[in-house]
């Protein structure tokens, strides 16, 4: 008997106890050190709108890291190694995708190792990752392009700097995206910088002051009183 996040009914996400059975033959045990919550799709199986969804409770997630505990006959790889996974094959829960337990019964050949210089946090991201650099490749985005998307909470959608704008120069220096990133990276929150960009063919400076980034890190942990 393992824990795991449950999405239990509409719109609602629960802590709950699943059944994970032992690894069988060609299956393993892992057991979870960080799973990475995916917000878009996850938002939307809970709110019931992901096709050929689970029937409720489900448990959501498909990124988890995390170490060999179990190993089932007929298994190469060796307890305690360190891998990625997109989450247990098998609950007593239904599964989307099974990402968000504590342990999970997985096929082999559905392993990823993870290098000993990768910590288990990093490997966490790794789907995520996967298809944000698969989207840059299909895109094949180059210097010059125009900006894609725009916080709405932070300082660039504040000061004016909407999506489709070009951005080409930082404090008058001509940029493309490495230095771009390059220059800001030197700043700190509070400074203020001046971008100018083309929206379609009207030049602009926008002047705005940076703010620290925001975070990148989602706990989910218990409380004494849900509300």
């Known amino acids: 008997l393992y824990s795991s996040a449950a999405s239990d009914v509409y719109k609602r996400q629960a802590l709950a106890d699943t059944e ?23 938002l939307r199986c809970l709110a019931g709108a992901q096709p050929n969804a689970a029937p409720w409770p489900f448990i959501p ?10 190993c089932g006959a007929g298994v190469e790889v ?5 891998v990625f996974c997109t989450g247990t094959r098998q609950a007593s829960h239904g599964r989307m995708w099974g990402g968000h337990v504590s342990h999970a019964v997985v096929p082999e050949e559905a392993l990823f190792l993870v290098p000993s210089s990768v910590d288990l946090l990093d490997a966490s991201l790794a789907h995520l990752a996967g ?14 392009e125009q900006v894609a998307a725009v916080r709405s909470d932070g300082p660039a ?13 930082l404090d008058g220096v001509r940029v493309d995206e490495q230095r771009l990133l390059a220059r800001v990276v030197e700043r700190r929150p509070g400074d203020t910088v001046t ?19 925001p975070p990148d890190t989602l706990k989910i942990v218990p409380v004494d009183a849900p509300s």
């Open 20 to 42: 994970i059975p032992a690894p069988g033959p060609g299956e393993v045990l892992v057991e979870a050190a960080y799973t990475c919550v995916s917000p878009g799709t996850e």
């Open 131 to 144: 298809i944000a650099y698969h989207g840059a490749r299909v895109a094949r985005t180059a210097p010059g």
């Open 78 to 82: 060796a307890r305690g190694a360190a």
């Open 195 to 213: 971008y100018s960009l083309f929206r379609r063919d009207e030049l602009l400076h926008v002047s705005l002051a940076l703010a620290p980034a």
């Open 61 to 70: 997630g498909y990124a988890l890291a995390g170490t060999v505990v179990e």
């Open 157 to 169: 959608f504040a000061a004016g700097i909407y999506a489709n704008d070009e951005i080409i120069a």
